[in-house]
């Protein structure tokens, strides 16, 4: 039993046809459905299937009310092992569908020199583990952080109603990912703003891509 996404109303007409040309059903789960398909296997990671349930599930996107794309591959042996994984996560899948509704993502790269890195404050009170500690949070709030198109976040910001960011430390020119969900009436207005508001990022580069389901706005573990 293949997932495709998890919705919180299902559309009035047929689902249609998933990546393996399979009838589309839904699975009820208390306020929630799953929307699934039976397949012989689980797909390959090939781009051409990737398109494919990209496909679905924009369609789903359009029919269904708000929507939680799955993970590429999110496959379960029957009805009752998928119950059992969304049973701890009912709420918190709720609050994230009722998050997403009306929008869609659109997805910001940013590619460029980094900020340098901030000079480390003076040594906490503790002794080491409490600099271990501390170390290890800065760490975390780096890697959800862009410094280096901050203004133009700034300008984008009255038009967000959430973003996740991504910051790759890798050796390579892409600094990171930023993940807007946007109202869907509104990407014309975040389009504009943000080719208004490029030269506030200096030599950075940024690509936006989308409109997109909302793939990064899933709980992570949903399922």
């Known amino acids: 039993m293949y997932l495709y996404a998890l919705v919180d109303a299902g559309p009035a007409g047929p689902l249609g046809q998933g990546i393996a040309g399979e009838?589309?059903?839904?699975?009820?789960?208390?306020?929630?459905?799953?929307?699934?398909?039976?397949?012989?296997?689980?797909?390959?990671?090939?781009?051409?299937?990737?398109?494919?349930?990209?496909?679905?599930?924009?369609?789903?996107?359009?029919?269904?009310?708000?929507?939680?794309?799955?993970?590429?591959?999110?496959?379960?042996?029957?009805?009752?092992?998928?119950a059992g994984q969304l049973a701890a996560r009912e709420r918190e899948v709720a609050a994230a569908l009722e998050l997403v509704r009306g929008c869609v993502q659109m997805t910001l790269r940013v590619f460029g020199e980094p900020e340098p890195l901030p000079e480390p404050p003076t040594a906490p009170a503790g002794g080491p583990g409490t600099s271990y500690l501390a170390a290890r949070r800065r760490e975390a709030e780096r890697a959800r952080s862009l410094p280096e198109i901050a203004p133009l976040r700034e300008a984008l910001r009255p038009l967000l109603r959430a973003e996740r960011i991504e910051r790759h430390e890798a050796a390579g020119p892409l600094l990171g990912t930023a993940y807007h969900l946007v109202p869907r009436d509104q990407t014309g207005a975040y389009l504009a703003t943000l080719e208004a508001a490029r030269e506030r990022i200096g030599d950075r580069r940024v690509a936006a891509t989308g409109p997109w389901p909302p793939y990064a706005f899933a709980p992570e573990a949903a399922p």
């Open 23 to 82: 009838p589309l059903r839904l699975v009820p789960h208390g306020e929630l459905a799953a929307v699934v398909g039976e397949i012989p296997e689980r797909p390959r990671l090939e781009r051409a299937i990737l398109e494919r349930q990209d496909a679905v599930v924009r369609r789903l996107a359009e029919d269904c009310g708000a929507i939680l794309p799955a993970r590429f591959g999110e496959a379960f042996a029957n009805e009752a092992a998928l």
